[in-house]
């Protein structure tokens, strides 16, 4: 509907008028778009990105130019040079460029990534430069902020198409106004992969002129989105970067990467990260694998989306201690995360430790000054980050997995830390689990039941996301800045007897979960997917229970297992959580993890309670 606050008085015959001539203002120039996504010492990343701004679409594109940066590594084309002048061409699969549309090349290379390109031509025809991800903007700049924007100004013609996106924005600036009138009827009578196609018809045509006028204003406030993206799903999950609903999610954290003994970010599994090859990469590409699929290639057809790389995690935190011990410490980790970002094109560092002073694995290194080093690490890093911000002219983000239990909690100073992010993702979840068989619960209620037959009144009382929030709200952490975490798995107990559903009952073990194997052994920990197609499917022997208290459901089955029973969310207990969440101003939601809702129930269920607009 338009904003009555912003009456939309467009001159019918001035509209008429322009679509007449729209035809002749769409037909132009290509434009390429040299976009420098990285710089380090002796080298640089970059892409170049090809705009059909004609109403003919582009074939077997072929790019040229003198002068430029000197390319040592390309993918997604076919690079070559000749006395001098750089020719690259299509793979292919992206040989045909439709109006309106762009493809993307990414690119590595030696010495210094230099303005300077001449003459450049896109099959023959003389070609527009522009520039971007330079400091100072570059011709077309740098997107900023941690909700959106794109990396690189407006390469590709592309708007944000996130799941608070205005449809209406088609420049992505953040509002629906004269500029996107123009952009609409510059593509009038044309309409495939075209952003100005509103409603996907296929056609620039009066329809999308009434839906561009019907969204005339500011667009809607941005509501963080944020999705774990586990390495290791590619694996046996077989959920790999192109299966992401990247148009539903404004952030995705990659997980992990660990902590060399040098004390320096590196990949984990290197295979998985770098190595594997994808459909368009070449054996001697040097970044391949799920990094360069995220970040160099399905990113850039979701400009909305920022990544970030999360560092650590449960069983990868152990070097933490150390790497915030010292100001060299420090210095040494803070810059390799830079080096990490500028390599393999990532927009920020999640740091996941778990756990300061303590509460990890018995492993890892504990301290007890790690309470105040955990702060200096993040001054340090978000140092280092804007220095290389201004190099680089972008913005990096800096965030951190933070604990949601009371007792971990008095072990970090979030008044302190808090200042050097971007926000924080609250991990809301894991309260309970078989590690204690003596009662079953949800591991992730809402509201505190004083009917937990624990031995510790703490646990009734702070065990639950209203409290896990409330800490650090009266810690004095904002509210915009607090991310509400989100399982999208349960927890389970076996041998639990039928009394109260299984609630609050005793159990002798824990039963199997959705992807135990040899190395894991039983986990009792099920994807919500499993949960809600197999246990509860019609004839399944299992029964939803809701906890009216908590106000959390959980399914039990009186013969699996000896008694089964699973605490976990659904979409009833999402609406109430975000519901008080947009009540009290909380930046968003984030979840735990990316494989585990293929329906994408639970996903849908967050953008409906964070009020976002139907991805298009």
């Avoid at 309106?100 to 070609?127: E, K, L, M, P, R």
């Avoid at 997995?401 to 971990?408: E, T, V």
């Amino acid at each position: 509907m338009p904003n009555p606050e912003r009456p939309v008085r467009l001159p019918f015959l001035a509209a008429i008028a322009s679509v007449i001539t729209a035809n002749v203002a769409l037909a132009g120039p290509p434009t390429v778009t040299f976009t420098r996504t990285g710089a380090w010492e002796g080298g640089f990343g970059g892409s170049l990105t090809i705009r059909n701004d004609d109403p003919s679409p582009i074939t077997d594109w072929r790019v040229s130019w003198d002068g430029g940066p000197t390319i040592t590594t390309l993918w997604n084309g076919t690079y070559s040079v000749s006395q001098g002048r750089s020719t690259v061409v299509n793979a292919g699969w992206n040989g045909t460029i439709a109006p309106g549309g762009s493809v993307t090349a990414g690119f590595n290379g030696t010495g210094v990534f230099t303005q300077n390109i001449a003459s450049c031509t896109v099959n023959g025809t003389a070609a527009v430069v522009e520039y971007a991800g330079f400091p100072g903007g570059g011709g077309g700049g740098s997107g900023g902020g941690d909700d959106g924007g794109d990396d690189g100004g407006t390469t590709g013609g592309i708007r944000p198409r996130g799941p608070f996106a205005c449809p209406s924005d088609l420049n992505g600036d953040g509002s629906t106004d004269g500029s996107d009138l123009g952009v609409l009827l510059g593509a009038w009578g044309t309409g495939a992969q075209t952003p100005a196609d509103l409603n996907g018809d296929g056609s620039v045509d009066g329809v999308d002129l009434g839906a561009l006028l019907g969204g005339w204003g500011a667009c809607p406030e941005q509501r963080r989105v944020v999705a774990y993206w586990i390495e290791w799903g590619i694996y046996g999950r077989n959920y790999q970067p192109a299966d992401t609903p990247f148009e539903k999610i404004t952030h995705l954290n990659y997980a992990f990467a660990d902590i060399g003994v040098d004390g320096r970010v590196v990949p984990f599994d290197r295979y998985a990260a770098i190595e594997k090859i994808y459909p368009g990469d070449a054996w001697d590409q040097p970044i391949k694998g799920a990094y360069n699929q995220i970040n160099n290639v399905l990113k850039r057809q979701h400009p909305h989306l920022k990544t970030l790389i999360s560092v650590g995690g449960w069983t990868l935190s152990g070097r933490f201690s150390d790497v915030a011990l010292t100001a060299s410490s420090r210095a040494v980790f803070a810059q390799s995360c830079v080096e990490f970002l500028r390599t393999y094109g990532f927009d920020g560092i999640d740091i996941d430790w778990e756990y300061p002073v303590a509460g990890g694995l018995e492993s890892n290194t504990y301290r007890p000054e790690d309470r105040q080093n955990f702060t200096l690490l993040m001054r340090d890093v978000r140092t280092a980050l804007q220095a290389a911000g201004t190099a680089d002219g972008r913005e990096y983000l800096l965030t951190i997995a933070a604990p949601a239990g009371y007792d971990k909690f008095a072990n970090m100073d979030a008044a302190s830390y808090a200042q050097h992010l971007d926000f924080i993702n609250v991990m809301t979840y894991d309260y309970f689990g078989a590690w204690d068989l003596s009662f079953t619960a949800n591991h992730a209620m809402f509201e505190a039941n004083p009917g937990i037959p624990s031995a510790n009144p703490e646990l009734r009382t702070k065990y639950n996301t209203k409290y896990a929030i409330q800490q650090y709200l009266d810690a004095g952490v904002p509210a915009e800045k607090l991310v509400l975490g989100i399982p999208f798995y349960g927890r389970g107990w076996k041998g639990v007897p039928a009394a109260n559903g299984g609630l609050f009952q005793p159990g002798t073990g824990v039963p199997p979960g959705t992807w135990d194997d040899w190395s894991s052994g039983a986990t009792g920990v099920s994807d919500f997917t499993q949960i809600d197609r197999e246990f509860l499917a019609a004839g399944s022997g299992y029964t939803r229970g809701w906890d009216p208290v908590s106000k959390s459901p959980f399914v039990y089955s009186p013969t699996a297992f000896g008694g089964h029973w699973v605490g976990y969310e659904d979409e009833e207990s999402i609406a109430i959580k975000l519901q008080w969440a947009e009540s009290i101003g909380l930046g968003g939601a984030m979840f735990w993890e990316i494989t585990a809702d293929r329906d994408q129930k639970l996903l849908d269920a967050i953008l409906r309670g964070l009020g976002a607009r139907s991805p298009g």
